[in-house]
């Protein structure tokens, strides 16, 4: 009797699974089937609608606001920490943060192709060779951030992963755009790091140990912001590339 008891609840579970599934030979196009298929497809972006989505970010101004925001909470931050912090200073990323590179970025279809030379009429347009350009513009909010901190009587310095061997045409594209500066860092050509941190953490260290109380940091990646001496960090959004 156990017997036939075992195999009548075999059977039923067999019917309920036939049941779900809507049959042996039909069980691909099943609600089930279909569920667990298009998880598995939303995992993966569609390139071409995610460019879509960039360029619709940026394009309405979204992008522009959500920088806005950002700086102006650092803006409030600098304005109660300036005067009482001895020797005040905050630390500014370059690209994406103080100039923008997107004109360069954009005739890739927003890939962030390094090497070659830029036209930008047509792609690939090399991002070093952009950058050499110095035709990038001020952000904005950050330009004003800046002329806040010189009139608060704070330093600025500048840590960039660009190139040591760019340093004159950055310097020139900064001050055209704005821009005044304690001093700027690049990136030295035999530096070999595993991430950005362990680049730019040291510069902010070496910052620190002139006596400099670093208030806050600006970036747009978390590669700007992490490793401390800072007492506060703020991050832009970046919807086009990321920076280990």
């Given at each position: 009797?156990?017997?036939?008891?075992?195999?009548?609840?075999?059977?039923?579970v067999?019917a309920?699974?036939?049941a779900?599934?809507?049959?042996?030979?039909?069980s691909s196009a099943?609600?089930?089937a279909?569920?667990?298929?298009?998880?598995?497809?939303?995992?993966?972006?569609n390139?071409?609608e995610?460019?879509?989505?960039?360029?619709?970010?940026i394009?309405?101004?979204?992008?522009?606001?959500?920088?806005?925001k950002?700086?102006?909470?650092?803006?409030?931050?600098?304005?109660?920490?300036?005067?009482t912090?001895?020797?005040?200073a905050?630390?500014?990323?370059?690209?994406?943060?103080?100039?923008?590179?997107?004109?360069?970025?954009?005739?890739n279809?927003?890939?962030?192709?390094?090497d070659?030379?830029?036209d930008l009429?047509?792609?690939?347009?090399?991002y070093?060779a952009?950058?050499?350009?110095?035709?990038?513009?001020a952000i904005?909010?950050?330009l004003?951030?800046?002329?806040?901190?010189r009139?608060?009587?704070?330093?600025?310095?500048?840590?960039t992963g660009?190139?040591?061997r760019?340093?004159?045409v950055t310097?020139?594209?900064?001050?055209?755009q704005g821009?005044e500066w304690k001093a700027?860092?690049f990136?030295p050509?035999?530096?070999?790091?595993?991430?950005?941190?362990?680049?730019k953490a040291?510069?902010?260290?070496?910052?620190?140990?002139?006596g400099?109380?670093?208030i806050?940091?600006?970036?747009?990646q978390d590669s700007?912001?992490k490793?401390?001496?800072?007492?506060?960090?703020?991050k832009?959004?970046?919807p086009?590339?990321?920076?280990?």
């Open positions: 009797m156990s017997f036939l008891n075992s195999n009548r609840r075999a059977m039923l067999l309920c699974l036939f779900l599934t809507g049959g042996w030979f039909a099943s609600p089930l279909l569920a667990v298929q298009k998880t598995r497809d939303s995992r993966i972006p390139l071409a995610t460019r879509k989505q960039v360029d619709e970010y394009d309405s101004g979204r992008y522009d606001r959500d920088v806005a950002v700086v102006t909470r650092a803006r409030v931050w600098l304005e109660k920490r300036a005067r912090a001895a020797k005040p905050i630390v500014l990323d370059i690209d994406e943060t103080s100039l923008n590179n997107w004109p360069a970025l954009r005739v279809s927003w890939l962030r192709i390094n070659g030379p830029c009429k047509k792609a690939p347009c090399g070093r952009w950058q050499a350009m110095a035709q990038a513009k904005a909010p950050t004003a951030l800046a002329r806040r901190a009139e608060l009587g704070v330093e600025i310095f500048f840590i660009r190139p040591e760019l340093r004159e310097e020139r594209n900064l001050r055209e821009f700027v860092v990136r050509a035999n530096l070999e790091v595993e991430t950005v941190v362990d680049f040291p510069e902010r260290r070496k910052i620190s140990e002139q400099y109380t670093i806050l940091n600006l970036g747009d700007d912001l490793g401390g001496y800072a007492e506060r960090i703020f832009l959004p970046n086009v590339y990321i920076v280990r």
